[in-house]
């Protein structure tokens, strides 16, 4: 007698649903795995300029998922034309695991003090799946994109509410129950309609950490250029930096070497991950792998050895335009003595005056040693929404807890 099948395996069976909007002329289909999709429409809706929304990227993040993490994606129609695509991350959260108890020092408050609460009632207590529009493993905007010769920015909002709507309804047939959404994340510039999902469809806005974005300046080019920029105070900082980590071996990993330390990369990995907060993502430990092999020029890791052992590497992505800082570890018992992740942020920064784009992307954490190397605080809203009516009102004094409250000061190295 066969078992019965558990919820990854009804949706990687499923077949490709489609489904009417009610703004004129679009429709979406709606698919549980890459396997489904078919590929030149999925290449002919979405962006040329966002590696992160196309298939061969995405076939990584589902073959190498995250732990609890499955997925969804909707591709839209205008008319029979392909014309946008969506990103959905289904994510188990269990509030007592991606929640770290750290103390901080800010004044006791109202605020803070229903976030205590919240805090440690969902600690014992939550444990749910999220429906996320966009991409955990990332900071941007990554979630969703339409033609906009196609689709009227107007009709944005009701698009993706209906398809929030639809996905949710598809994903329970399946037995696989959400209790909320999250649309992660939009920039300032675009918040005069994400803040629509606030006011029309009863989510909740929120921020959470910066996003940390250098601009690389045109006369950038070679490292030298960005240190002539720097005040003597930084250039002085700099100097000292690479001095301490003169020790260091660094060398960049080509497949094998990546599948050689694959242990040890993650156990780095995970040093960082145990320290952070809020950690909704527990990363695959092949996933680095598979995006070495898949895309060997684009992604890069390099590591730092010291005395032939690694003890730090940092990974980035060339995304167009971009370069995307993306995961790293490193030993944090000898940071202070070789000061190995400002080596790290430097060695991003040569990296991407050396491909000549137009901005690295830093993510978040750690905004104030970032602002030192130059780069600019941007705010990114989020849009969370619970399933239940009643509940979704008593959301947002809650969701304070998810901005961590450490203070920072931004600086400034350039002249």
Same mark, same amino acid.
């Given at each position: 007698?066969?078992?019965?099948? *558990?919820?990854?395996?009804?949706?990687?069976?499923?077949?490709?649903?489609? #489904?009417?909007?009610?703004?004129?002329? @679009?429709?979406?289909?709606?698919?549980?795995?890459?396997?489904?999709?078919?590929?030149?429409?999925?290449?002919?809706? =979405?962006?040329?300029?966002?590696?992160?929304?196309?298939?061969?990227?995405?076939?990584?993040?589902? #073959?190498?998922?995250?732990?609890?993490?499955?997925?969804?994606?909707?591709?839209?129609?205008?008319?029979?034309?392909?014309?946008? /695509?969506?990103?959905?991350?289904? +994510?188990?959260?269990?509030?007592?695991?991606?929640? +770290?108890?750290?103390?901080?020092?800010?004044?006791?408050?109202?605020?803070?003090?229903?976030?205590?609460?919240?805090?440690?009632?969902?600690?014992?207590?939550?444990?749910?799946?999220?429906?996320?529009?966009?991409?955990?493993?990332?900071?941007?905007?990554?979630?969703?994109?339409?033609?906009?010769?196609?689709?009227?920015?107007?009709?944005?909002? +009701?698009?993706?509410?209906? *398809?929030?709507?639809?996905?949710?309804? %598809?994903?329970?047939?399946?037995?696989?129950?959400?209790?909320?959404?999250?649309?992660?994340?939009?920039?300032?510039?675009?918040?005069?309609?994400?803040?629509?999902?606030?006011?029309?469809?009863?989510?909740?806005?929120?921020?959470?950490?910066?996003?940390?974005?250098?601009?690389?300046?045109?006369?950038?080019?070679?490292?030298?250029?960005? *240190?002539?920029?720097?005040?003597?105070?930084? &250039?002085? &900082?700099?100097?000292?930096?690479?001095?301490?980590?003169?020790?260091?071996?660094?060398? %960049?990993?080509?497949?094998?070497?990546?599948? =050689?330390?694959?242990?040890?990369?993650?156990?780095?990995?995970?040093?960082?991950?145990?320290?952070?907060?809020?950690?909704? /993502?527990?990363?695959?430990?092949?996933?680095?792998?598979?995006?070495?092999?898949?895309?060997?020029?684009?992604?890069?890791? *390099?590591?730092?050895?010291?005395?032939?052992?690694?003890?730090?590497?940092?990974?980035?992505?060339?995304?167009?335009?971009?370069?995307?800082?993306?995961?790293?570890?490193? %030993?944090?018992?000898?940071? &202070?003595?070789? +000061? @190995?992740?400002?080596?790290?942020?430097?060695?991003? /920064?040569?990296?991407?005056?050396?491909?000549?784009?137009?901005?690295?992307?830093?993510?978040?954490?750690?905004?104030?040693? #970032?602002?030192?190397?130059?780069?600019?605080?941007?705010?990114?809203?989020?849009?969370?929404?619970?399933?239940?009516?009643?509940?979704?009102?008593? /959301?947002?004094?809650?969701?304070?807890?998810?901005?961590?409250?450490?203070?920072?000061?931004?600086?400034?190295?350039?002249?």
């Amino acid at each position: 007698m066969k078992s019965k099948p *558990t919820n990854i395996d009804i949706l990687e069976i499923s077949n490709p649903i489609g #489904k009417v909007l009610s703004v004129k002329g @679009i429709s979406v289909v709606l698919y549980h795995s890459v396997k489904e999709i078919s590929r030149r429409d999925w290449a002919q809706a =979405a962006p040329d300029n966002n590696l992160f929304l196309q298939l061969d990227y995405l076939s990584i993040v589902e #073959k190498h998922p995250p732990k609890g993490m499955q997925f969804c994606y909707a591709l839209y129609y205008k008319n029979e034309v392909p014309a946008g /695509v969506s990103l959905f991350q289904i +994510q188990f959260f269990k509030a007592e695991q991606n929640i +770290q108890n750290k103390d901080d020092n800010k004044p006791p408050c109202l605020f803070s003090s229903i976030a205590r609460y919240f805090k440690g009632l969902l600690a014992s207590k939550a444990e749910f799946n999220v429906l996320i529009n966009g991409n955990l493993l990332l900071t941007g905007e990554h979630g969703t994109y339409f033609d906009k010769n196609l689709v009227d920015e107007s009709g944005f909002v +009701q698009i993706l509410d209906e *398809t929030l709507k639809y996905t949710h309804s %598809e994903l329970d047939k399946r037995k696989n129950k959400l209790s909320g959404t999250l649309i992660k994340e939009f920039y300032e510039h675009n918040r005069t309609y994400s803040s629509d999902f606030a006011k029309k469809i009863s989510f909740n806005e929120f921020t959470v950490q910066p996003n940390m974005v250098l601009k690389i300046r045109p006369e950038w080019k070679v490292f030298e250029d960005y *240190t002539a920029a720097m005040t003597s105070k930084y &250039r002085v &900082r700099t100097k000292r930096a690479f001095k301490k980590g003169k020790d260091f071996e660094k060398i %960049e990993f080509d497949a094998a070497m990546v599948e =050689a330390n694959l242990d040890r990369l993650y156990e780095l990995y995970e040093g960082i991950a145990a320290n952070s907060g809020f950690n909704m /993502v527990n990363l695959n430990k092949h996933y680095l792998l598979a995006l070495k092999e898949k895309f060997p020029d684009r992604f890069k890791l *390099t590591g730092y050895f010291l005395d032939g052992k690694l003890v730090g590497y940092f990974t980035t992505i060339l995304n167009n335009h971009e370069l995307e800082a993306h995961f790293l570890g490193f %030993e944090q018992s000898l940071n &202070r003595e070789y +000061q @190995i992740y400002l080596n790290i942020l430097y060695d991003i /920064v040569r990296e991407g005056i050396d491909q000549q784009v137009e901005e690295v992307v830093f993510a978040r954490t750690a905004m104030e040693i #970032k602002s030192s190397i130059g780069a600019v605080a941007e705010e990114m809203y989020c849009y969370l929404r619970h399933r239940n009516s009643i509940t979704n009102k008593f /959301v947002k004094p809650g969701l304070e807890y998810l901005r961590p409250s450490q203070d920072w000061e931004p600086r400034n190295p350039f002249k």
